[in-house]
C-alpha cells in the first residue's frame, strides 16, 4: 500500500459509509443520524439527529448532549456544558498549568471569565452583566470596576477599544488594589475623579472648578486652583 487505507461510498442524502484505518462512519439520513468509531482517537459516538442529540464513549471523547435541553462533553484537554442553551453555557481549558473557565448566561447577558496558572495559584476574573456593570481582577490583585458596560460583554479581550471609546458610556469607574488601597475613581467624561492612598485623598470637580485634598496633616479647598478654605489638623483640638 503506497498510503493509508480509506473508502468513501455515498448516495446523499440517503447514505454514506467512510471506512479507513483510522476510522469508521456511517450516515443515514445525511448527515442527520450518525455511529462512527473513531480509533485514533480512541471514541465512539452516536448522532440521532446529529448535531442535536449526540452520544460519545471512550478515551478521546466523552459527550451527552440533548440540545436545547443539556449538554455536557469532553475532548482532550476541553470541555463544554450547557443546560437549557443558551441561558447557560460554559466553556473550560484545563492545559496544565493554564486553567480556564467561561460562564455565561444568555450569551452576553452575564458572563464570568477565570484564568488560573495552577501552578502558581495566580488568577485573573472577568466579569460584565449587560448593559450594567464591568468588573476584573488581575494577577497582581488589582481591582477594576465600572458601570456601565454597553460593550465590554461582547468585547472582553479588546482592552484598546474599552479604552477608547469606554469613556463616551461610562458612568462611574473606579480602579484599587485588593487591599482597597491606592484607590482611583472617576465619572462619565472625567468630570469628577479622585484617588485615595494612605492618609491621602483627593478629588477634583469640573476639571478643575473645584477641588478638595485631604493629607493626615491638612485639608485644603480649592476654587479654580485658588485655596479658598484650609485646616491644619496637627492644630485641632482633641
Same mark, same amino acid.
Given at each position: ?8 461510498? *455515498? ?5 454514506? *459509509? ?13 448527515? %442527520? ?16 439527529? =446529529? ?8 478515551? !478521546? ?25 443558551? %441561558? ?39 466579569? *460584565? ?15 477594576? %470596576? ?18 477608547? =471609546? !469606554? ?12 487591599? !482597597? ?21 483627593? =478629588?477634583?470637580?469640573?476639571? !478643575? ?13 480649592? %476654587?479654580?486652583?485658588?485655596?479658598? =478654605? ?9
Amino acid at each position: 500500500e503506497s498510503g493509508p487505507f480509506e473508502r468513501d461510498v *455515498a448516495v446523499l442524502p440517503l447514505f454514506r *459509509a467512510l471506512r479507513s484505518e483510522d476510522r469508521d462512519s456511517t450516515t443515514i439520513g445525511w448527515p %442527520f443520524f450518525t455511529y462512527t468509531e473513531d480509533r485514533r482517537e480512541e471514541y465512539r459516538e452516536l448522532g440521532a439527529p =446529529w448535531p442535536l442529540i449526540v452520544f460519545a464513549r471512550g478515551e !478521546g471523547k466523552t459527550m451527552n448532549r440533548v440540545w436545547p435541553f443539556y449538554s455536557n462533553g469532553t475532548k482532550g484537554s476541553a470541555r463544554s456544558s450547557f443546560v437549557m442553551w443558551p %441561558f447557560f453555557i460554559r466553556r473550560e481549558t484545563d492545559s496544565n498549568p493554564l486553567y480556564r473557565r467561561r460562564d455565561r448566561i444568555l450569551y452576553f447577558l452575564y458572563s464570568d471569565t477565570v484564568v488560573r496558572n495552577t501552578g502558581t495559584g495566580d488568577e485573573t476574573r472577568r466579569r *460584565a452583566m449587560w448593559p450594567l456593570f464591568r468588573s476584573y481582577r488581575d494577577q497582581q490583585g488589582v481591582r477594576e %470596576f465600572s458601570t456601565l458596560a454597553l460593550l465590554e460583554p461582547f468585547f472582553q479581550v479588546d482592552e484598546e477599544l474599552r479604552r477608547t =471609546w !469606554g469613556p463616551l458610556w461610562t458612568l462611574y469607574r473606579s480602579r484599587s488594589k485588593e487591599d !482597597g488601597s491606592n484607590r482611583r475613581w472617576s465619572t462619565f467624561l472625567n468630570i469628577m475623579h479622585g484617588r485615595k492612598n494612605g492618609d491621602e485623598s483627593s =478629588w477634583k470637580f469640573g476639571y !478643575g472648578l473645584m477641588s478638595r485634598r485631604t493629607t493626615e496633616d491638612q485639608d485644603v479647598w480649592k %476654587f479654580l486652583s485658588i485655596p479658598v =478654605w484650609k485646616k491644619d489638623k496637627s492644630d485641632s483640638t482633641h
